[in-house]
């Protein structure tokens, strides 16, 4: 979508290598945050729940319920 728009978005350069890249000024030196975007009027995956529990405990400092890294 963000190749095909004017959206914006910020990813580790190795996951999306063929897009360009913005140079700022000053250098951003923040922790990032993540988010997840949605279309609206669009079916949800099967698994999208699980990854929204997923997010939301991380963002929270918890460990996964399955004890994975």
């Known amino acids: 979508m963000a190749c095909h728009s004017d959206t914006i978005l910020l990813a ?3 996951i999306a290598p063929n897009l360009a ?3 700022m000024n000053p250098v951003m030196r923040n922790t990032a945050r ?3 975007v949605t279309l ?3 079916s949800q995956a099967p698994a ?3 990854l929204r529990e997923l997010m939301a405990q991380r963002m929270a ?3 996964p ?3 994975a890294a």
């Open 40 to 42: 609206r009027q669009r």
């Open 21 to 23: 890249e913005l140079r």
């Open 48 to 50: 999208l729940s699980i």
């Open 34 to 36: 993540f988010g997840l």
């Open 61 to 63: 400092g918890q460990a």
């Open 65 to 67: 319920a399955d004890g």
């Open 12 to 14: 580790v350069r190795a």
